[in-house]
């Protein structure tokens, strides 16, 4: 796990330790010495830690004005155990939240599993996005499976044309078009009956 870096090719467009409002600021990193690990798998040191001894993070890209964040994942999401889930929201969504993100892309390829508890708070996070959204992008089926037993499809987006997109082939601007778009005809179709 420790060849896996945090996607790059955007840094010219956001970098979230440079990113005043970003709960990363400021924050050093080395290219040296891997300190951060899940289980016995060292991480790449660009990996940022949130609290959660199994899951990191890195912020790739945000924008202010149109209230979009994405957010690269990798590791173990362990709610039961570690309650992860509360790391999350109370030391970084809480965060972006005020400075007016409310739209959300969780890239979930790197997440390994997943550990659900209760969901109070995805309740809390979907509440305090109003209009806005949470999408995960090529999380694992298991993955989600897991998620759906624990009824978190009431608040997170996934399945369906979120399963395998080539996100890379964007440029955050047009990933973010292009999955609102996917956002807004999924929740307008009708139901057939």
């Not at 840094?11 to 990363?24: H, N, Q």
């Not at 609290?51 to 039961?80: H, Q, R, V």
């Not at 809390?124 to 499809?153: A, K, P, T």
Request: net charge negative; proline share 4%.
């Amino acid at each position: 796990m420790h060849g896996i870096e945090p996607y790059f090719n955007w840094r010219g467009l956001y970098i979230a330790s440079e990113d005043y409002r970003s709960p990363f600021f400021e924050r050093e990193y080395s290219e040296f010495e891997f300190t951060n690990r899940v289980y016995n798998f060292l991480l790449h040191p660009q990996w940022d830690d949130f609290g959660s001894p199994t899951l990191f993070i890195k912020i790739i890209y945000a924008d202010y004005e149109k209230g979009i964040a994405i957010i690269e994942m990798i590791g173990e999401w362990n709610d039961c155990i570690h309650n992860d889930i509360m790391s999350l929201k109370r030391d970084i969504l809480d965060l972006l939240i005020p400075e007016g993100i409310d739209k959300f892309i969780l890239i979930g390829e790197n997440v390994l599993n997943f550990h659900g508890s209760d969901d109070c708070y995805y309740e809390e996070w979907f509440d305090d996005i109003e209009d806005g959204w949470i999408v995960l992008l090529n999380f694992h089926d298991h993955v989600l499976e897991e998620m759906s037993n624990d009824s978190l499809d009431n608040y997170l987006i996934y399945g369906g044309d979120f399963d395998a997109l080539d996100w890379r082939t964007y440029k955050p601007q047009q990933l973010f078009v292009l999955i609102n778009d996917k956002v807004q005809n999924r929740f307008s179709t009708p139901l057939l009956s």
